[in-house]
């Protein structure tokens, strides 16, 4: 549960140099630039190099027109390639208007080639109209109407037999509609259209027709492929065209890439007489590599600070894990990247999350199936959530042997039990009154063993941010680790041993104490802080206040602990689901069995373990995450070009 360390950087140079600065910065690919007024209080007499990006609408033209040839550009080292800003514009101004010129006419041949195809799709289920299709729409006084009804609709016309004017002729069919036309005088057409719009006639527009359906077949038909070669010849001259440019248009795309980026640092750089001063942040192990670049500069100074020391200015974070964590960094960014000065819980969201979802969807066989499954959506598709998904599954299973479960058959592992441990059966049944009452109290004592972990990572992080206060008389701190404690322990003591745990001494040392702490720990946590204002303007307004907020502390301790009951929940939850397919299947008989337990367990394995990573999520975030993480730092995000980056 670590970040890497690192240095916050000062550069100070001449003006003449700035752009060799900023060249090295960006191609150090570790430099995250920072705003000079972050690092300096007084900036008068400092002015703004540049305010805008003046590379991003020559980009983003360029990148639009490369777009639209539907081809891949990988951007390419162009370390040695330094154009002028004026060579970039004209060069971005004559590719793109090349570029869309050729692209319109590829789009007007593509267009075409549709157009035709369309009507010939539409114009073949009228051939049996042996009449000119235009002539029939240009007629003055009958309006025609060419579309398709379906053939439920088409029976009912028998409703209308009596109005000579509702009359459909039938030119093609498919297996669900009618195709052909209607006619209506031009003085009943809007009685007519109601008709057979109540009867889900679809209108077919064919315009442009001078001619039978089936002569303008045999023309679409001999112009298709005509069309066909235009369309070909269009994306021909793209391809002959990029094939001369390619190189050209690779180094300049990859250029201004590179240009646009760096100047992300240009635009937060300042510049005071002829000097710049450029800041921002670089990770201890690139530090020196760095300032040995920098230095080779005959007037750039660099100096470095760690940023342990420039806490206040906000440290960016970069996340620093083992290869078991590094996953789960997903689910910790989704929260919200840690503070400088505050423990990375990825490692503890991964213990965590793998344990509780392996016991919540405790199953071999579909355990087994879910890490396959996590590892394909990984290897495949590049999905996070894949990485995650595969050790869940390797949980699942375990906690499945645990369980005695392989795809809702409960007792196919006694055997197992019995070579291994002499057991006649497996040694816990999930579904009797006694273990699901031990289940749940077993759940119980899970949130509790992590609440009180979350608890001391909390005392932990306050410690390294020297916010003592909090560390103690906090709801997280000493005084709520003892306080909460103390209740639940001496609740189990009672109730499960039978104990004389509430005696006098232990109500008043250990719940009446810490409670009082809690309940005034704002001035007490400013006292031990030394804040000069750590007294309330008004005590009775403070305790009024507390009184209604200590009910709300106290309801949080029990809620936070009762959440976790859908721990055990979830274990009687699969069991009786999988009762349930077992049930179906024994009533469908031995033919259907089979197929109703596998779609079962499909069913089963989808739908819970959708709900099992969301409900462990939930405990995560809201049980335990606020107990001790804030997660209000922001990402480490260096200028970096990405040369495998597709434009």
């Known amino acids: 549960m670590a970040v890497s360390t690192m240095q916050a950087v000062n550069i100070i140079g001449f003006m003449d140099e700035i752009d060799d600065v900023i060249t090295v910065l960006g191609e150090s690919g570790v430099f995250h630039p920072d705003d000079v007024s972050v690092f300096y209080n007084n900036t008068q007499g400092f002015s703004h190099l540049q305010t805008k990006n003046i590379y991003a609408e020559h980009?983003?033209?360029?990148?639009?027109?490369l777009g639209l040839t539907k081809r891949q550009f990988p951007l390419v080292d162009v370390s040695n390639f330094n154009p002028t800003y004026q060579d970039i514009q004209l060069f971005c101004n004559k590719i793109c208007d090349e570029?869309?010129?050729?692209?319109?006419?590829?789009?007007?041949?593509?267009?075409?080639?549709?157009?035709?195809?369309?009507?010939?799709?539409?114009?073949?289920?009228?051939?049996?109209?042996?009449?000119?299709?235009?002539?029939?729409l240009e007629l003055k006084y009958v309006n025609a109407r060419f579309g398709r009804l379906p053939k439920d609709s088409y029976v009912k016309l028998e409703n209308y037999k009596d109005d000579p004017y509702i009359d459909f002729s039938v030119c093609t069919e498919d297996k669900a509609y009618y195709w052909g036309v209607y006619l209506a005088?031009?003085?009943?057409?809007?009685?007519?259209?109601?008709?057979?719009?109540?009867?889900?006639?679809?209108?077919?527009?064919?315009?442009?027709?001078?001619?039978?359906?089936?002569?303008?077949?045999?023309?679409?038909?001999?112009?298709?492929?005509?069309?066909?070669?235009?369309?070909?010849?269009?994306?021909?001259?793209?391809?002959?065209?990029?094939?001369?440019?390619?190189?050209?248009?690779?180094?300049?795309?990859?250029?201004?890439?590179?240009?646009?980026?760096?100047?992300?640092?240009?635009?937060?750089?300042?510049?005071?007489?002829?000097s710049?001063?450029?800041?921002?942040?670089?990770?201890?192990?690139?530090?020196?590599?760095?300032?040995?670049?920098?230095?080779?500069?005959?007037?750039?100074?660099?100096?470095?600070?760690?940023?342990?020391?420039?806490?206040?200015?906000?440290?960016?974070?970069?996340?620093?894990?083992?290869?078991?964590?590094?996953?789960?960094?997903?689910?910790?960014?989704?929260?919200?990247?840690p503070k400088y000065n505050e423990i990375d819980p990825?490692?503890?969201?991964?213990?965590?999350?793998?344990?509780?979802?392996?016991?919540?969807?405790?199953?071999?066989?579909q355990g087994i199936c879910l890490t396959v499954v996590g590892i394909l959506m990984y290897k495949i598709k590049k999905m996070a959530i894949g990485k995650i998904l595969a050790p869940c599954g390797i949980s699942s299973a375990f906690f499945g042997l645990v369980f005695g479960s392989v795809f809702g058959f409960e007792h196919l592992l006694d055997p197992m039990y019995k070579?291994?441990?002499?057991?006649?059966?497996?040694?816990?049944?999930?579904?009797?009154?006694?273990?699901?009452?031990?289940?749940?109290?077993?759940?119980?004592?899970?949130?509790?063993?992590?609440?009180?972990?979350?608890?001391?990572?909390?005392?932990?992080?306050?410690?390294?941010?020297?916010?003592y206060g909090r560390a103690l008389f906090s709801t997280s701190g000493v005084a709520g680790i003892i306080f909460y404690s103390a209740i639940v322990f001496g609740i189990a003591g009672q109730l499960l041993f039978g104990l004389p745990v509430f005696n006098a001494p232990y109500i008043?040392?250990?719940?009446?104490?810490?409670?009082?702490?809690?309940?005034?720990?704002?001035?007490?946590?400013?006292?031990?802080?030394?804040?000069?204002?750590?007294?309330?303007?008004?005590?009775?307004?403070?305790?009024?206040?507390?009184?209604?907020?200590?009910?709300?502390?106290?309801?949080?301790?029990?809620?936070?602990?009762?959440?976790?009951?859908?721990?055990?929940?979830?274990?009687?939850?699969?069991?009786?689901?999988?009762?349930?397919?077992?049930v179906l299947a024994e009533t469908a008989g031995p033919i259907a069995y089979w197929p109703i337990v596998v779609v079962g367990n499909v069913i089963v394995?989808?739908?819970?373990?959708?709900?099992?990573?969301?409900?462990?999520?939930?405990?995560?975030?809201?049980?335990?995450?606020?107990?001790?993480?804030?997660?209000?730092?922001?990402?480490?995000?260096?200028?970096?070009?990405k040369l495998t980056q597709n434009s």
């Open 605 to 641: 394995m989808v739908l819970e373990a959708l709900l099992v990573a969301i409900q462990v999520l939930r405990l995560e975030y809201y049980e335990l995450f606020s107990r001790f993480y804030s997660g209000e730092g922001r990402p480490y995000e260096p200028v970096k070009l």
């Open 99 to 136: 570029l869309n010129e050729l692209v319109e006419d590829r789009d007007f041949a593509a267009e075409q080639l549709l157009e035709a195809k369309q009507n010939l799709d539409e114009t073949k289920h009228f051939v049996g109209l042996d009449i000119e299709i235009e002539k029939l």
């Open 419 to 467: 070579a291994l441990f002499g057991l006649e059966e497996k040694p816990i049944e999930v579904m009797s009154s006694e273990m699901a009452t031990k289940i749940i109290l077993v759940a119980i004592g899970i949130g509790v063993f992590l609440l009180i972990t979350a608890m001391f990572l909390n005392v932990y992080t306050s410690i390294r941010q020297k916010d």
């Open 508 to 582: 008043i040392f250990l719940i009446v104490i810490p409670f009082i702490l809690i309940f005034f720990a704002e001035p007490l946590g400013g006292l031990v802080n030394k804040e000069p204002d750590w007294k309330p303007e008004s005590w009775k307004d403070y305790i009024v206040e507390n009184i209604f907020e200590s009910i709300e502390v106290l309801l949080s301790y029990v809620t936070n602990t009762m959440s976790f009951l859908r721990v055990g929940a979830f274990v009687l939850v699969h069991a009786g689901m999988m009762m349930v397919v077992f």
């Open 346 to 365: 990825s490692l503890f969201v991964a213990i965590t999350y793998i344990i509780i979802f392996g016991i919540m969807f405790a199953d071999v066989g």
């Open 185 to 274: 005088p031009a003085d009943k057409t809007e009685e007519i259209d109601r008709v057979f719009s109540s009867l889900f006639f679809e209108r077919c527009d064919i315009i442009g027709v001078n001619s039978t359906p089936t002569l303008h077949m045999k023309k679409l038909t001999a112009l298709i492929p005509h069309l066909e070669d235009v369309y070909k010849d269009t994306e021909k001259r793209i391809d002959d065209y990029l094939s001369i440019n390619k190189e050209r248009i690779l180094k300049y795309l990859s250029k201004l890439e590179e240009l646009s980026l760096y100047s992300t640092i240009r635009t937060k750089a300042l510049q005071y007489n002829k």
């Open 59 to 65: 980009l983003t033209n360029l990148k639009a027109s």
């Open 276 to 337: 710049f001063i450029i800041v921002g942040w670089v990770p201890t192990e690139f530090a020196k590599q760095l300032k040995k670049r920098l230095c080779k500069h005959r007037s750039v100074t660099v100096e470095f600070s760690d940023a342990k020391n420039e806490i206040k200015k906000s440290p960016p974070v970069k996340l620093k894990n083992c290869f078991l964590a590094r996953p789960f960094e997903f689910y910790t960014s989704m929260y919200g990247v």
